[in-house]
Nanobody, 122 residues
Framework: QVQLVESGGGLVQVGGSLRLSCAAS????????MGWFRQAPGNEREFVGA????????KYAGSVKGRFTISRDNAKNTVYLQMNSLKPEDTAVYYC???????????????WGQGTQVTVAS
């Protein structure tokens, strides 16, 4: 069983940056692909990006490509989401998720964190 805990959310001004972290329990973190999703009020949860077990394969949603960067540190059991040039439409609860094997841009992940709020003020 993998438990995920996100942190790093908060309030930021338009154009600002935040770095989210997702810490995972367990000794098998390095075998999981990790994804980031977000859900704004009234909207469905949407894919943000994902990274495979080694970091050699990364995929982003078009809305964040060029602004957000995913990375991972398997020694620390942590995956990161660096968010730059933030916009009001990035306001949402951000979730990390884990799944075995390959990355996916759908929400077919096995384990989810509780989420962290990101608010971008204009």
């Amino acid at each position: 069983q993998v438990q995920l805990v996100e942190s790093g959310g908060g309030l930021v001004q338009v154009g600002g940056s935040l770095r989210l972290s997702c810490a995972a329990s367990g000794r098998t973190f390095s075998t999981y692909a990790m994804g980031w999703f977000r859900q704004a009020p009234g909207n469905e949860r949407e894919f943000v990006g994902a990274i495979n077990w080694s970091g050699g394969s990364i995929k982003y949603a078009g809305s964040v490509k060029g602004r957000f960067t995913i990375s991972r540190d398997n020694a620390k059991n942590t995956v990161y989401l660096q968010m730059n040039s933030l916009k009001p439409e990035d306001t949402a609860v951000y979730y990390c998720a884990a799944r075995k094997r390959f990355i996916s841009d759908t929400d077919d992940y096995d384990h989810w964190g509780q989420g962290t709020q990101v608010t971008v003020a204009s």
